[in-house]
């Protein structure tokens, strides 16, 4: 990992459009999202098709 | 078997990919071609590929991802048409372990399938910062494995399992060599001799810390 700057971090939720060959590709890119922000000390725990994306939240 | 190599470095002939190339293809007795993606149109090359039978990219690891160039390359290949193609990734990257380059292991792995190559595997080598700042011999081991692995690529199209084995270590670093690298990182005797040579280079030394989206 880096060296952290900045006092905290922003948390971020990614929704993706979900237009993945298989489960298998779906299933490397959401690790891969993971991983990135856990590098730059962003909390993300929210890594979803943009079709569980719910307005009520926000 | 007809070989094309690309360069996926955007440092181009620059890098440390570069030196990684040059030292593979010294052990072959009819070195490969080379393509260099940050150089050459994205077009052209993924047309070009179609005239080999195997396509070997050498890369640097950007977190652990593949950088943008090659990504935009490979969006411009097509699936092969007729079976028997192969492809292969040798991945270098700062990060000591080799573990760090997995996630884009998997996805190299994937990639391949679906685009109806064998899959040759990926070699990576981590701690590979620096490397095209010091001495030849500071590397002879690396450049004579990388040799081995081209030797080896040359006559059998493979890539020669113990020699991987031996560049992919550390794997993952034990928690007491940990200690003792940052035991040697607080007394200067890191590769941040490298990292801090670099950052005087570019008058950056004192703006390490800087806080762009706050300051």
């Known amino acids: 990992m880096h060296i952290p700057r900045y006092e905290k971090y922003p948390e971020i939720e990614v929704y993706y459009q979900d237009d993945f060959a298989s489960i298998e590709d779906k299933k490397i890119y959401e690790d891969y999202i993971y991983r990135t922000f856990y590098q730059f000390y962003s909390k993300c725990e929210i890594?979803?098709?943009?079709t569980q994306f719910s307005l009520e939240e926000v | 078997m007809k070989t094309l190599i690309i360069n996926g470095s955007p440092k181009a002939q620059n890098g440390n990919t570069e030196i990684f190339i040059k030292k593979f293809i010294?052990?072959?007795?009819?070195?490969?071609?080379?393509?260099?993606?940050?150089?050459?149109?994205?077009?052209r090359i993924a047309n070009y590929m179609k005239?080999?039978?195997?396509?070997?990219?050498?890369?640097?690891?950007?977190?652990?991802?593949?950088?943008?160039?090659?990504?935009k390359l490979i969006e411009c290949m097509e699936p092969a048409v007729?079976?028997?193609?192969?492809?292969?990734?040798?991945?270098?990257?700062?990060?000591?372990?080799?573990?760090?380059?997995k996630y884009l292991e998997r996805y190299l792995s994937v990639l391949t399938?679906?685009?109806?190559?064998?899959?040759?595997?990926?070699?990576?080598?981590?701690?590979?910062?620096?490397?095209y700042m010091m001495p030849e011999k500071m590397n002879k081991r690396l450049?004579?494995?990388?040799?081995?692995?081209?030797?080896?690529?040359?006559?059998?199209g493979t890539f020669n399992i113990e020699?991987?084995?031996?560049?992919?270590?550390?794997?993952?670093?034990?928690?007491?060599?940990c200690n003792l690298l940052q035991f040697l990182g607080r007394l200067g005797l890191s590769d941040n001799i490298f990292w801090n040579t670099m950052l005087k280079n570019n008058n950056a030394r004192d703006r390490v810390l800087d806080k762009p989206f706050i300051d």
């Open chain 2, 26 to 43: 010294n052990g072959m007795k009819s070195p490969c071609e080379i393509c260099y993606a940050a150089k050459e149109d994205r077009l």
């Open chain 2, 143 to 156: 450049f004579r494995q990388l040799s081995t692995l081209g030797e080896h690529f040359e006559i059998n």
């Open chain 2, 113 to 131: 399938k679906n685009l109806n190559y064998t899959y040759l595997g990926t070699v990576i080598r981590g701690g590979s910062a620096g490397i």
């Open chain 2, 82 to 101: 007729d079976g028997g193609k192969s492809m292969g990734f040798i991945v270098q990257s700062g990060f000591m372990e080799s573990a760090q380059s």
């Open chain 1, 47 to 50: 890594v979803k098709p943009i």
């Open chain 2, 51 to 71: 005239e080999f039978d195997t396509i070997i990219v050498f890369m640097p690891l950007y977190v652990h991802a593949m950088p943008g160039i090659v990504m």
């Open chain 2, 163 to 177: 020699t991987v084995e031996e560049l992919a270590s550390p794997n993952k670093l034990s928690k007491g060599k």
